[in-house]
């Protein structure tokens, strides 16, 4: 039996992952995105990358098929299996500054960027070094001019993604407290790790 973890709402967790283990994200009940970041377990310098992995894959739309890669140009993970099938790799995780910049909100807001950064101390992980996180099942859609919004996840309950890695990896996970890309309301988000 595998055991299955929930991330509660507006939080983030940490974990390792050993190369050949395969990672399954689940969104329980559906429309939830998770910002996901990599780092080499031995060497916390190398990290996922959005440019290089959209370079290397050719394509902005990231899914099944696809391999997501490192500033050093290394693979980190393929992905295997995507239920939902949209998934965003241009944001950056939202920030308190997302709030106050994007809706003029000064109240105290969670942030997938805090829950990063909190959950990645353990591993001697610098705020700074926090970067653009793959975020599972975000929909964010843009017109031929290069227009950008940000649209409800299309994810339904149970829908999930499912991730082998290629190398060592420290993982963090959120469950994103962003309204405008969660359809306004906060969700739990679910893994489970299967062992090589
Ligand atoms: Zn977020």
């Given amino acids: 039996m595998i055991q299955k973890i929930t991330i509660n709402p507006q939080s983030g967790k940490a974990f390792t992952l050993k190369k050949g283990a395969i990672l399954t994200v689940i969104d329980p009940k559906g429309q939830q995105v998770s910002d996901m970041v990599l780092f080499n377990a031995h060497d916390t310098h190398e990290k996922i990358s959005s440019g290089k992995t959209l370079d290397f894959e050719e394509s902005i739309l990231i899914t099944k098929g696809n391999f997501l890669w490192s500033n050093r140009s290394q693979k980190m993970m393929e992905i295997l299996e995507d ?12 920030s308190p500054e997302t709030f106050q910049i994007m809706y003029n909100n000064h109240e105290e807001h969670p942030s997938c960027l805090n ?12 705020p700074d070094e926090v970067p653009t996180a793959f975020n599972i099942f975000m929909n964010v859609q843009f017109d031929p001019k290069g227009k950008i919004s940000v649209l409800p996840p299309t994810s339904k309950s149970g829908d999930y993604v499912q991730f082998k890695a290629e190398m060592d990896l420290i993982v963090c996970l959120t469950a994103c407290s ?7 309301t906060f969700k739990p988000i679910e893994y489970h790790i299967s062992e090589a």
Avoid: K, V
């Fill in 178 to 184: 962003a309204e405008d890309s969660n359809g306004g």
């Fill in 115 to 126: 829950n990063l950064q909190t959950n990645l101390a353990p591993f001697g992980i610098h």
């Fill in 83 to 94: 239920t939902n099938g949209r998934n965003d790799f241009l944001l950056a995780p939202c």
